[in-house]
């Protein structure tokens, strides 16, 4: 359970021992973009040139202590620090960055940043959920696995305009906003009834700063087979989260211009019925 689990690496963590500091940015650049690298240094380890570059990232002490209030909101440019792939590959510091969140008067930031240590806990004590639900009753449910509705969630053509706003986000840049990211993994595996292992696998190839245990985590968690406490009901509505986080409909402007156009699709499955179908599945998978 996370709070304990929180409470508990708050005392336990000790702010007087060394840090390392490390250049951001530029090194991860290097890594994935310089071009006199040999193909077998990066392409033989299974990675590929791209024309992505890595963001850098900003954890100045006016957005930790504004994380709260605007990290839910996907249009605001900088109401997110950017250091996931920085914490990943380790061209930050961990400690260095829990010291400077330690240091806002708001600890949302600094619960993020515990909650990647939480998921690496439980991926270590419990290495089967790469492959298995945590709470094994869930691998009882008949997932429906579409392959055309998966592809036209990866495509962001699914008709809700959010959801496609994060796929195509992530298509076109690596990354997406966390707030979208639970939308549309819920999406994934509430509406459409498909495996959650099939997003998180797809999630896998596409982010920046794909981990393992978070990201397997968190598609877990989304659909309801994971270490969280709320029961399976908990089902995104993706038009009223649109009404709660882009109201203004910004951010799905930018990545959804053709909205307004006779060439976006209609909405692949209705909310309601999609919603009361996949009350209906878990209840009997799972009972």
Not at 25 to 30: G, M
Not at 113 to 142: C, G, N, S
Not at 222 to 236: E, L, Q
Request: hydrophobic fraction near 40%; include cysteine.
């Amino acid at each position: 359970v996370y709070t304990p689990y929180m409470r508990k690496w708050k005392e336990k963590f000790k702010t007087d021992e060394p840090v390392m500091a490390y250049d951001s940015e530029s090194l991860l650049n290097r890594v994935f973009k310089q071009a006199d690298l040999p193909n077998l240094l990066l392409e033989e380890i299974g990675f590929k040139r791209s024309e992505i570059a890595v963001p850098a990232y900003e954890i100045s002490s006016s957005l930790l202590n504004s994380y709260e209030k605007t990290r839910n909101f996907p249009a605001i440019e900088k109401g997110t620090s950017k250091l996931g792939p920085h914490l990943r590959f380790g061209t930050v510091s961990t400690r260095q960055t829990v010291l400077k969140a330690l240091s806002a008067r708001n600890e949302t930031f600094l619960n993020e940043l515990i909650w990647r240590e939480f998921f690496m806990q439980i991926l270590w004590h419990f290495p089967h959920t790469v492959y298995k639900a945590f709470k094994p009753k869930y691998d009882r449910i008949p997932w429906r696995n579409d392959e055309k509705e998966f592809e036209m969630w990866k495509k962001g053509e699914t008709g809700y305009p959010l959801v496609d706003a994060g796929m195509r986000e992530l298509n076109s840049t690596g990354f997406m906003h966390n707030r979208v990211r639970m939308l549309v993994a819920s999406f994934l595996c509430k509406h459409l009834l498909i495996d959650w292992r099939w997003g998180e696998a797809y999630f896998a190839s596409k982010l920046l700063d794909f981990e393992l245990s978070s990201n397997i985590g968190n598609w877990q968690w989304a659909a309801g087979s994971g270490v969280d406490a709320a029961p399976y009901f908990r089902i995104f509505n993706p038009l009223t989260q649109v009404e709660k986080f882009d109201q203004q409909k910004e951010y799905i402007n930018k990545w959804v211009p053709e909205l307004q156009e006779l060439t976006y699709p209609q909405m692949m499955v209705d909310h309601k019925m999609a919603r009361e179908r996949c009350l209906r599945i878990y209840k009997e998978a799972l009972n």
